[in-house]
């Protein structure tokens, strides 16, 4: 029975592989498909796994021979996930602000979160956990009416026939016994297939594809299988680039990137997995510094949280997400549905734009000596200065405007000290039309 059961699901597999080989047609359509991640801004990343068992690096503490394989494992018998609570997690994450959230499916290490029926490591069979985890997440998110990704590790360390075990140890090469490795391609697309049609995710979120090239995982083939007939799906871009948006690492851009879409992945302390001995997180403040960073660039945020093994999210974790979510709800017009603002030449500081481009939303960190900010080559005129989430309507002095030359002139606009926000306080120019930039000659002003 469990041949033939096996055998059927063989057969679905190399028949969806076939199938996905097709070019898909929605391509042109996918534009517009960027639009809501483009508006979301800010996404809650999960790293939940064995790891937090120990409180020890997800996967690469055995790949980097830390701890030996056997003990790695050990782990397992911690995984109880007793009170793990995915309503109260979906409530959370809702309250931060985010739009979206993406947890690990599976890790390096091959230990699976759902029950899946492929591979000899996953919680519901191998773990005190019992129950296949990823699919009340994935409701209890869904309810709240948020967007669901799902990461997946390329590789998988632990599975018999993947090339790599350890940084020391490799199991074979590709070319050495290229059918064994697609023993592997068949098992980790059998995961793929099973993710996909139960939970269709809007975003998928590869990691660890630098171990292999694109032919080799078939990069273009897992895409194209996975969005066969859910054109909107997204791709992050570690698919050996074959996705939809960048995906920078823990380093937040200094310059603004040129790329349309790119989301910031960022730990909340140092660590992506629970470690009870990494207590260096950031504080809500500075996680704020990071997001708003994020706004101007035009880029998302992807904080991370990382839960303990018996599923509760920790104090310290929990309180951020709940002060984000003070300072993003007051502030959601200056946030969703924005995109990168104008060049600090013009403001010494972070700013975004209103989509339609009439607003510009200038983000102010600390209060100015003089209680003025300063911007500098506005040509519009400025119909009305408003602190965002407070309503304070502000006053605005013009110096520097003559009439004998186009030179917009300095615009200085007081924030009273009783609007000020104890994060960012939100400055709304509300304009006379799109906004427009001096920017004549781009030097020295001598239009006399
Ligand atoms: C890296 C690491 C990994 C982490 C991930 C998050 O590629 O391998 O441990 O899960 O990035 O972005």
């Given at each position: 029975?469990k041949n033939a059961?096996?055998?059927?699901q063989?057969?679905?597999?190399?028949?969806?592989?076939?199938?996905?080989q097709?070019?898909?047609?929605?391509?042109?359509?996918?534009?517009d498909?960027?639009?809501?991640?483009?508006?979301?801004?800010?996404?809650?990343?999960?790293?939940?796994?064995?790891y937090?068992?120990d409180?020890?690096?997800?996967?690469?503490?055995?790949?980097?021979?830390y701890?030996?394989?056997?003990?790695?494992?050990?782990?397992?018998?911690?995984?109880?996930?007793?009170?793990?609570?995915?309503?109260?997690?979906?409530?959370l994450?809702?309250e931060?602000?985010?739009q979206?959230s993406?947890?690990?499916?599976?890790?390096?290490?091959?230990?699976?979160?759902?029950?899946?029926?492929?591979?000899?490591?996953?919680?519901?069979?191998?773990?005190?956990?019992?129950?296949?985890?990823?699919t009340?997440?994935?409701?209890?998110i869904?309810?709240?009416?948020?967007?669901?990704?799902l990461?997946?590790?390329?590789?998988?360390?632990s599975?018999?026939?993947?090339?790599?075990?350890t940084?020391?140890?490799?199991?074979?090469?590709?070319e050495?016994?290229?059918?064994?490795?697609?023993?592997?391609?068949?098992?980790?697309?059998?995961?793929?297939?099973?993710?996909?049609?139960?939970?269709?995710?809007?975003?998928?979120?590869?990691?660890?594809?630098?171990?292999?090239?694109?032919?080799?995982?078939?990069?273009?083939?897992?895409?194209?299988?996975?969005?066969a007939?859910?054109?909107?799906?997204?791709?992050?871009?570690?698919?050996?680039?074959?996705?939809?948006?960048?995906?920078?690492?823990?380093?937040?851009?200094?310059?603004?990137?040129?790329?349309?879409?790119?989301?910031?992945?960022?730990?909340?302390?140092?660590?992506?997995?629970?470690?009870g001995?990494?207590?260096?997180?950031k504080?809500?403040?500075?996680?704020?510094?990071?997001?708003?960073?994020?706004?101007?660039?035009?880029?998302?945020?992807?904080?991370?949280?990382?839960?303990?093994?018996?599923?509760?999210?920790?104090?310290?974790?929990?309180?951020?997400?709940?002060?984000?979510?003070?300072?993003?709800?007051?502030?959601?017009?200056?946030?969703?549905?924005?995109?990168?603002?104008?060049?600090?030449e013009?403001?010494?500081?972070?700013?975004?734009?209103?989509?339609?481009?009439?607003t510009?939303?200038?983000?102010v960190r600390?209060?100015?000596?003089?209680?003025?900010?300063?911007?500098?080559?506005?040509?519009?005129?400025?119909?009305?200065?408003?602190?965002v989430?407070?309503g304070t309507?502000?006053?605005?002095q013009?110096i520097?405007?003559?009439?004998?030359?186009?030179?917009?002139?300095?615009?200085?606009?007081?924030?009273?000290?009783?609007?000020?926000?104890?994060?960012?306080?939100?400055?709304?120019?509300?304009?006379?039309?799109?906004?427009?930039?001096?920017?004549?000659?781009?030097?020295?002003?001598e239009?006399?």
């Open positions: 029975m059961q096996s055998w059927m063989n057969l679905l597999i190399i028949f969806l592989l076939v199938f996905a097709a070019p898909y047609a929605q391509q042109s359509q996918n534009d498909k960027m639009d809501w991640f483009g508006e979301a801004k800010l996404g809650i990343f999960i790293h939940w796994g064995l937090a068992v409180g020890i690096s997800e996967s690469w503490s055995f790949y980097n021979e701890i030996s394989h056997e003990d790695y494992l050990k782990q397992l018998g911690g995984f109880t996930a007793k009170d793990y609570n995915p309503k109260k997690w979906a409530q994450i809702a931060s602000g985010a979206y993406i947890i690990t499916t599976k890790h390096h290490d091959g230990f699976a979160l759902w029950d899946t029926q492929y591979g000899m490591l996953n919680a519901a069979q191998h773990s005190p956990a019992k129950r296949d985890l990823i009340p997440f994935v409701q209890a869904r309810k709240k009416g948020l967007r669901v990704g990461y997946f590790s390329l590789p998988d360390w599975f018999e026939d993947y090339t790599h075990f940084t020391n140890k490799k199991r074979y090469t590709i050495e016994d290229p059918q064994r490795w697609a023993k592997y391609l068949n098992y980790m697309n059998g995961q793929l297939a099973e993710l996909k049609t139960r939970y269709a995710p809007d975003i998928w979120w590869f990691d660890g594809d630098w171990e292999h090239q694109a032919t080799e995982w078939n990069s273009s083939g897992i895409r194209e299988f996975l969005s007939d859910q054109p909107q799906v997204i791709f992050n871009s570690r698919l050996n680039g074959k996705g939809d948006y960048a995906t920078p690492e823990i380093g937040v851009p200094v310059y603004r990137p040129k790329d349309s879409f790119w989301e910031l992945c960022m730990t909340i302390n140092d660590s992506w997995g629970y470690q001995n990494d207590t260096n997180y504080s809500p403040m500075q996680v704020i510094d990071i997001f708003v960073d994020c706004i101007s660039k035009g880029g998302n945020l992807l904080l991370n949280i990382s839960p303990k093994a018996d599923g509760t999210i920790p104090d310290q974790q929990s309180h951020l997400l709940k002060e984000l979510g003070r300072w993003t709800k007051k502030h959601e017009a200056a946030i969703y549905k924005t995109q990168r603002g104008i060049a600090y013009h403001f010494y500081g972070p700013t975004a734009l209103s989509n339609d481009r009439k510009l939303f200038v983000f600390d209060y100015p000596k003089d209680g003025k900010i300063v911007i500098k080559g506005l040509s519009n005129t400025i119909h009305r200065a408003y602190v989430g407070n309507i502000l006053e605005q013009k520097s405007k003559v009439y004998w030359n186009r030179y917009p002139g300095i615009d200085y606009i007081s924030i009273p000290k009783s609007a000020i926000d104890p994060y960012y306080t939100v400055v709304a120019l509300v304009l006379d039309g799109p906004i427009k930039l001096y920017s004549e000659n781009n030097g020295a002003i239009s006399n």
